[in-house]
């Protein structure tokens, strides 16, 4: 039976804020800060507990190898010999965003009822850029099965930045849908960083009917505000559409060419004048779990716990939901480590919809998994990082030796 899983990144041992990521507020903002791994990693694996709570199905993918000495010394330098900037971009814990792995499109929506993914090759931020490798690598392990096609990156210089980028809407998770790739045009002081050629050639690939594709462009206003990925600014979920006014460069246009493709759909927009673009961006009201709830309980909103703390989004929310909207229930968690380095509860997640039982055990989780997880958190993560402590050759060691550990716990070794 098809089911959407969400696959969170558990947040690896380096987390640390160097504010590498251009055009993140939250990121940026926070460039300097004291980070705190263990805590960091802790939350998400909370994050994780409270959704099987809700019973939906959770997977999960390990922190990559970091620091990155192969990357250093395909750049001619080293660990200790690397300038700053590079030997931040080697330490990055960026692949905890597992938003970014890839894209996802379900068999129902493919020529060849295969589940496709493809990994997204994150060229326009250095410290991302080395990622995929590692990432294909959990990818073709735990969708081995004939039920999936795995893809490689697609080339540069066309910038991929994965499922951020993509929505789908349909009657119900296992239903044929309606795929929407959203894009960005250069200009201005942001970069956009998902390309339309990018996005065409993953539709290629997924072998998508083309009356079943959308390719939406993404406002400037929203870029250039610091919605850096579509999810920032709307986040879609079986037949409901929830955006912000200014998320799309052509509002009327966009939202007549979904409504053409998906005549059911319900979109729900939140007005500028209600929640401004810098509230939404500040609180990642759109950067949630937009879920479907089990036994007809309707749709949920797992949301930060910023948003609870921005009136004009608490305010909205709770008149949604108070009315006759299709967002039911809202569901606060604290990811406040992630927040600040500018990933929300949905940049955590990927988003498969497959049989759980052509997937790799070993990925998905349960109570009893996540406790082991946590131990190993407990036992080896760094309780607090400092942007000067990327330069010691022993913490450079101990985190290695953290994210072994959790290899072993979950018999995946195999990764090291």
Avoid at 67 to 74: K, Y
Wanted: aromatic share 6%; hydrophobic share 45%.
């Amino acid at each position: 039976m098809l089911t959407e899983i969400n696959f969170d990144g558990i947040i690896g041992p380096t987390h640390n804020y160097a504010g590498l990521s251009r055009g993140n507020i939250a990121s940026s903002s926070h460039a300097g800060d004291v980070s705190q791994p263990r805590a960091a990693a802790l939350q998400g694996i909370d994050k994780m507990r409270h959704n099987l709570a809700l019973g939906l199905a959770q997977g999960f993918f390990m922190p990559l190898d970091r620091p990155d000495a192969a990357w250093l010394a395909a750049l001619g330098t080293t660990l200790d010999a690397a300038e700053p900037h590079l030997r931040a971009q080697a330490w990055s814990a960026s692949s905890m965003w597992a938003a970014n792995a890839a894209t996802v499109s379900p068999a129902p929506d493919s020529a060849d009822g295969k589940c496709h993914l493809t990994v997204a090759n994150l060229m326009t931020m250095p410290h991302r850029s080395h990622e995929w490798q590692g990432t294909l690598a959990q990818l073709r392990l735990a969708f081995a099965h004939p039920a999936f096609a795995v893809h490689g990156p697609v080339p540069a210089p066309f910038g991929d930045e994965g499922a951020a980028n993509h929505m789908r809407l349909c009657a119900g998770h296992g239903a044929p849908g309606v795929e929407i790739f959203v894009y960005g045009v250069g200009g201005g002081r942001f970069p956009a960083r998902q390309h339309l050629d990018a996005s065409k050639a993953i539709a290629r690939h997924h072998r998508l009917d083309p009356a079943k594709t959308l390719f939406i462009r993404q406002s400037d206003t929203a870029i250039q505000g610091g919605a850096f990925h579509n999810d920032v600014v709307a986040v879609a979920n079986e037949r409901v559409l929830f955006t912000h006014e200014t998320a799309f460069e052509d509002r009327e246009g966009a939202h007549a060419q979904i409504r053409a493709a998906f005549p059911e759909v319900e979109i729900v927009e939140v007005p500028a004048s209600a929640v401004s673009l810098p509230d939404a961006i500040k609180s990642y009201l759109f950067n949630a779990q937009l879920v479907s709830l089990p036994d007809g309980a309707g749709m949920g909103l797992v949301v930060p716990t910023e948003a609870r703390e921005t009136q004009s989004v608490w305010n909205w929310l709770e008149a949604h939901v108070a009315g006759n909207g299709p967002i039911r229930r809202l569901f606060p968690v604290d990811v406040r480590q992630s927040m600040a380095n500018g990933g929300g509860p949905a940049c955590l997640r990927l988003r498969v919809v497959a049989d759980p039982a052509t997937i790799d055990p070993r990925f998905i989780a349960d109570a009893d998994k996540l406790d082991a997880i946590a131990d190993v958190v407990a036992r080896h993560w760094p309780e607090a990082i400092a942007p000067g402590d990327l330069a010691s050759p022993a913490l450079a060691a101990d985190v290695r030796r953290a994210r072994t550990a959790l290899l072993a716990a979950l018999d995946l070794s195999e990764l090291g």
